[in-house]
C-alpha cells in the first residue's frame, strides 16, 4: 500500500522541526546547579582580602576586630576594646591609624574588619587602606578579612 501523495508534506514537515525539550532539560538542571553553587558560597560570608603574604605567623591572640558603627570605629582584641569617635561627622582615620598601630605594637598582624551592608563601600576600602600602612607609608597590618557584623 502506497500512502497518499498529501501525508508525505506532512511526514516531511515533521522531519525537520527541532526537538529542544532535552536541550531545555539539561539548561534547567544546570541553572538549578548554579543558583545552588551561589547560595552555598554565600553562606560562608568570609571574604579574604589579603594584599600580600607575611612571612610572620599570626596566633589566634594576635587577630585585631575592627568594627564600622555609624559613630566611629570599635578596635577589640583579646585584651580590651579601642573606640575611635568620628570628628564632626567626619571618620578619623588618621586615629585609625594610631590605634591601629598601638595593637601592631602588642603583636598582632592580621586584622578582621566588620561592618553592616548598609556601610558605603568606599569607607571600606578607606579603612582598609589606614590600617594597611602607617603614616610613613610603612606596613602596619596588612593581612585584612572580611567579616559580617
Excluded at 50 to 78: M, Q, Y
Excluded at 87 to 108: K, N, P, V, Y
Excluded at 111 to 138: C, N, Y
Aim: charged residues 20%; proline residues 7%.
Amino acid at each position: 500500500m502506497r500512502p497518499s501523495p498529501r501525508s508525505r508534506p506532512q511526514v516531511a514537515a515533521e522531519a525537520e522541526e527541532l526537538t529542544i525539550i532535552p536541550y531545555l532539560d539539561i539548561l534547567m538542571n544546570l541553572i538549578l546547579f548554579m543558583l545552588l553553587s551561589m547560595t552555598g558560597l554565600a553562606l560562608t560570608r568570609v571574604v579574604n582580602a589579603r594584599a600580600s603574604t607575611s612571612s610572620e605567623g599570626a596566633t589566634a591572640s594576635a587577630v585585631l576586630t575592627i568594627a564600622i558603627d555609624e559613630d566611629g570605629f570599635r578596635l577589640g582584641s583579646g585584651d580590651g576594646a579601642t573606640w575611635v569617635p568620628r570628628l564632626r561627622g567626619a571618620w578619623d582615620f588618621e586615629g585609625l591609624q594610631r590605634a591601629a598601630s598601638a595593637h601592631r605594637q602588642d603583636g598582632a598582624r592580621q586584622v578582621v574588619l566588620r561592618a553592616t551592608p548598609a556601610t558605603p563601600f568606599e569607607l571600606l576600602i578607606q579603612t582598609m587602606d589606614a590600617v594597611r600602612s602607617g603614616p610613613d607609608g610603612a606596613a602596619l597590618l596588612p593581612d585584612v578579612t572580611l567579616a559580617p557584623p
